[in-house]
């Protein structure tokens, strides 16, 4: 029995392909900062999705997403000619919003914290 099914192993291929052309062959400046931090490829192997992460604030994420866009032919081609599949998954690209909802979690925590110091106060 296989431990991961095949989709599962072309999601951490093109992750981990799509981080090296993002790195090396990529020039957009919106993309400079932005890191792929997940894929899903679908079951039948017909659609990719494609998460990233990027610092600096809404204006960034929209400029990254914009960029992704524009980039989204380059990408899939060379995604193409380096995975060696028989079909090449459509491409789509998302903000991966996991590292927004944890530092809002420490956040809340940093709270909670500080204002149990302060209604502990003995007089």
């Known amino acids: 029995m296989k431990p991961f099914s095949r989709s599962d192993r072309v999601s951490g291929l093109i992750q981990k392909v799509l981080s090296d052309i993002l790195k090396k062959d990529i020039n957009d400046p919106r ?3 932005a890191t792929i931090t997940g894929v899903k490829v679908s079951r039948d192997l017909k659609t ?3 998460y990233f992460s990027i610092s600096g604030g809404k ?4 400029n990254a997403a914009s960029g ?3 980039a989204k032919g380059y990408v899939k081609r060379s995604l193409a000619g380096k995975l060696g599949l028989r079909y090449m998954p459509d491409i789509k690209f998302f903000y991966d919003e996991t590292f927004d909802y944890g530092s809002h979690i420490d956040e809340l925590l940093k709270q909670i914290k500080t204002g149990n110091g302060s209604d502990h106060t003995t007089s």
């Open 48 to 50: 990719a999705r494609i």
């Open 59 to 62: 204006q960034n994420i929209k």
């Open 31 to 33: 993309l400079k900062m």
């Open 68 to 70: 992704f866009e524009s």
